[in-house]
């Protein structure tokens, strides 16, 4: 029951948010967002990692099709859950300096967001996930389609259909799933776990997951759609792909694509994990040549999530543990970084590298928590960035040696592009367009100090997570090496 | 059977109604015409299946149901047509008229027992469709459509009849069960030609009416031409009918030959979803867009009817109850728009007379938005589910690679119907704040409501059968 709450309380707050109108809707909006907040610490205090999957429900929807409304919580659902609770209400936060024109609707789309997330992340029945994952694409397509940047109804036009593309296969390969369960046919996801198919249907539906998932992360050689919708979109649309859609994809191919075909894994598993690895070579070197800081943040984003698709397709506990940490991560730094852009853009009215400098000398406090965020992108050591990489890497590194080096220079070509990107814009003379620079105001240290906290806490004693999903990776697993 | 009765009887008291001088009382008079045949037609709920005139029509609870979304897109048409009010020229009692008879056209159609009654019911429907058409007389391209329409519809009612000889010639009956029953003995032991020429022929007749492709070329000019209200018509109606059709006649009597005929309905389908889709993305009007969006439906429906399952039926019942509640709000608002603005003498019918719709007529920009929606399968709306359960009935025959191609078609469909939703909401034009007569629109937030709470709750038409 307590999940369905999780799902229904944003789309409440929502509703609530759209009737009381412009006037209220930040505050309305960002109390709602933080109910969640607390609803999501209360599941995790009674959470028990051991015990499967909890506080679920489920409705017959489409009862003598075995089709139902079901939902319910596990180690790798909370963990993500936990971080769509922790991300929205700063997210909401982060826009209190701004006035979007007709911001009830903004808010309130951030809120249905939030909830079509958090369905994604619980739905244990596959319709209901497909459903989910379909709905999270309206609201952030008209968030970025109409308080969008110049170019906003061409880019995301392409970006929605693009990824529109991809989950329709996945439809097909439910459909085709779910006629394959025995009896009366079923849909949900664990019953697709124990089908036994054959090596070549399970190579269709391997594309099939990975075309979906590999769009919405977005994955070499799907990644077209990303840059310009990253740049495009206003910077909380932006922190809601980044940080917590993006996750959707990785979250697919734990949930659906390893257990169930992992014949296709096999056959197709070294394939994936090159063009991950190409992604993330292919990434950072664009990420290095990049003049706008939203577009450099945005290819940095393509390349560490290339990272955590290689660990995952390893299919080992260090991979996926580490992807799971790594979600967690990107999300934090990544909302973060996207912030501090918005600080500077805002204040200097650029975003290019070229432009800017010198920002340190006006604005050390800003600097600080930049550094930070910064660091835990680059995955130094006592960060949050540090531990999904080391595991990530170990576990590319177990399956294949060669490519396991190849993705460890994320870690060299990382701090080149991060360490250029801070250079550039906080050293150095300081620019005309940094006059009159004011420093972090008290609404935008309360965004940044949290995530802060988060990149230290995590980089420091990273076992409050890890051992949430545990327990549930594994058991996951034992479906991979059937 | 009930309906047939009514709607005939009905029918000729309309045309009389038209000789009163007062116009109010005609609209009333047809709706409440209809809401009877809608009751009548439930009557005989559950309690068949029931066969009438000599075992050539047959009642039962698809009949019904079919006959119901029929009926009820009818009523909510002619709620929307306003009683043709602001057009002197227009022959109400006539239009009415003509509607009410070709209703009993399609009824005959779905619910044929006998190919004869299937012929007269496809006659009696395009007969009033091809004058329908041409009503707006003194428009150039609704005489031009009419013409069309008329000389195609012929062309392949004659190729359909000559099917239907050479399947009595191979069958001896027009008989559903009696060729069933052939089919499924004698044609096994020694296969006859003529019997499959037949079906192809009939088919032929019956894809055309559908307007599948490559039978498709009408579609695009008569949508067009046709006054709007009857296009709407035309679109739902002539095509549920059409299905159901279709679909008795391959369920009931073909499905010994199945494997002869599966993969000609097939290739069809995925033609005409090719030809529909591609068609429509190229289109500045937004009524041609939906005309060739019609024929992309066709081909979804199509999919159903080739698999032949057991999803089939509640996937071809549901779909056509999604197509024609979005296709009559699609229809409705352009109605509305279309009269704000004119474009090169005619009504603005492009995609550009939505811009800016939203600002002054928020509802009017919802409910062309889920409309649309709807028609593109997204989730959460109703024709979501339709796309669904047509993809089911695939596979649960083990055909995947006939909904791969359609789920690539349906991603191009997301690209034209959102084009509406961009020009209603992100850009920018100046339409004035429209009037929506209060019954026009109770007719719209139907059309709304039920497409949304059919896609949350797509079980409730579950088990009707």
Known sequence: MLTLLLILLPIVAGVITLLVGANLAKQVALVGALAELGLALFVWSQFDPAAGVQFGFKYHWLASAGISFAAGLDGISLVLVLLTAFLTPLIILSTFSHSYRN???????????????????????????????????????FLAAVWGGENRLKVTFKFFIYTMFGSLFMLVALIYLYYQTPGTHTSEITAFYNLQLSAKSQGFIFWAFFVAFAIKMPLFPFHTWQPD????????????????????????????????????????????????????IYGSIIAIQQRDMKRLIAYSSFAHVGLMAAGVFAATTNGLQGAMIQMLAHGINVVGLFFVIDIILSRTKTRSLDQLGGITQVAPQLSVYF???????????????????????????????????????????????????????????????????????????????????????????????????????????????? | MYPIVLLSVLGIVTLFLGFSKSKNILLPAVLLFLAIALAGN??????????????????????????????????????????????????????????????????????????IML??????????????????????????????????????????????????GATGSFELSEIQAYVSTTQQAVPSYILYAGLLLLLIGMLFKVSAAPFHFWTPDVYEGAPTIFTTFMSTIVKTAGFAALYRLLSHSFTGVYGFWWLVIAIIAILTLLVGNIGATTQNSFKRMMAYSGISHAGYLLIALTALSKPTQNAIVFYSLAYSLSTIAAFGVLILVSKEKTFEGQPDERYDAFNGLAKKNPFLAFVVTVSMLSLAGIPLTAGFWGKFFVFSSAADRGIIWVPAIAVLMSVVGIYYYFRVIIASYLKEGDIAEIRVAPFYKVILILATVLTIVFGLAPGLLEGIF
Do not use: C
Not at chain 1, 106 to 112: G, M, N, T
Not at chain 2, 122 to 131: C, D, R
């Open chain 1, 103 to 141: 911001s009830a609707a903004f808010y309130s789309l951030i809120l249905f967001m939030s909830a079509a997330l958090v369905g994604v992340f619980t739905a244990t029945d596959a319709f209901l996930f497909y459903l989910f994952f379909e709905a999270a694409l309206i609201p952030v397509y």
């Open chain 1, 229 to 280: 919708t990253y740049t495009e979109a206003p910077t909380p649309a932006t922190m809601l792909l980044s940080g917590i859609m993006l996750k959707m994809g990785v979250y697919g191919l734990i949930r659906l694509l390893l257990p169930i075909v992992p014949l296709g894994l096999q056959s197709y598993g070294m394939l994936a994990v090159v063009l991950s690895v190409i992604g993330i």
């Open chain 2, 119 to 168: 012929f007269l019911g496809v006659e009696i429907l395009s007969v009033a469709m091809y004058v329908l058409t041409g009503s707006n007389k003194r428009n150039l391209r609704s005489n031009e459509a009419a013409l069309k329409y008329f000389l195609m519809g012929a062309f392949a009612t004659g190729i359909m009849l000559f099917g239907m000889t050479l399947l009595y």
């Open chain 1, 371 to 482: 550094l930070i965020i910064l660091l835990g992108s680059v995955a130094l050591p006592l960060t949050n960035g540090f531990v999904g990489e080391f595991l990530l890497l170990s576990s590319v590194f177990a399956f294949n040696g060669w490519l396991g080096a190849i993705a460890g220079l994320t870690i060299i070509l990382g701090s080149v592009y991060m360490l250029r990107l801070f250079q550039m814009s906080m050293f150095g003379p300081k620019s005309k367009w940094v006059e009159g620079f004011q420093d972090l105001t008290f609404s935008e240290k309360a965004v940044l100090l949290p995530l802060v906290i988060m990149v230290l806490w995590i980089g420091i004693y990273p076992n409050t997570f890890l051992s949430i999903s545990e327990p549930a990776v594994n058991n996951l697993l034992q479906f991979v090496g059937k």
């Open chain 2, 42 to 115: 439930f009557f005989e709920w559950n309690k068949g299946p029931l066969l009438y005139f000599y075992d050539m029509f047959r009642v039962d609870n698809l009949t019904l149901a079919f006959n119901g979304i029929i009926l009820a897109s009818a009523f909510m048409i002619v709620a929307i047509s306003g009683g043709f009010q602001d057009n002197a020229e227009a022959e109400p009692a006539e239009y009415y008229a003509l509607m009410l008879f070709s209703l009993v056209g399609a009824i005959m159609m779905v619910g044929f027992e006998h190919l």
